[in-house]
Nanobody
Framework: VQLQASGGGSVQAGGSLKLSCVASGLTFSSYGMAWFRQAPGKAREFVSR????????YYADSVKGRFTISRDNAENTVALQMNSLKPEDTAVYYC?????????????????WGQGTQVTVSS
């Protein structure tokens, strides 16, 4: 199984970025997909998750209303549209896949992880 994240970069506060993650080696539609992030010196934290059928999405309070998660099961991709970015959004962003339906915000619920993509937001 491979998860390949891309789309990170450097933007000014208020700007936008769209992250993408391409999955291979798994039955993509059977997995909930999520994004986590890790800032320097901090623990990896949950950002957003989408169920296999795109029926339900979840967001951390800190990104609700600014970020949108989506997926394309035909292309085995999951995306994270990030708008109104803030300096505190600066982190390495990871995509992850989970076969579990519960505890969606826990790192331990995820079976596979991508390599991460850096997002830097300057003030």
């Amino acid at each position: 199984v491979q998860l390949q994240a891309s789309g990170g970069g450097s933007v000014q506060a208020g700007g936008s970025l769209k992250l993408s993650c391409v999955a291979s080696g798994l039955t993509f539609s059977s997995y909930g997909m999520a994004w986590f992030r890790q800032a320097p010196g901090k623990a990896r934290e949950f950002v957003s998750r989408i169920t296999g059928s795109s029926t339900t999405t979840y967001y951390a309070d800190s990104v609700k209303g600014r970020f949108t998660i989506s997926r394309d099961n035909a292309e085995n991709t999951v995306a994270l549209q990030m708008n109104s970015l803030k300096p505190e959004d600066t982190a390495v962003y990871y995509c992850a896949a989970s076969s579990r339906r519960s505890d969606y915000n826990l790192r331990t619920s995820y079976d596979y992880w991508g390599q991460g993509t850096q997002v830097t937001v300057s003030s």
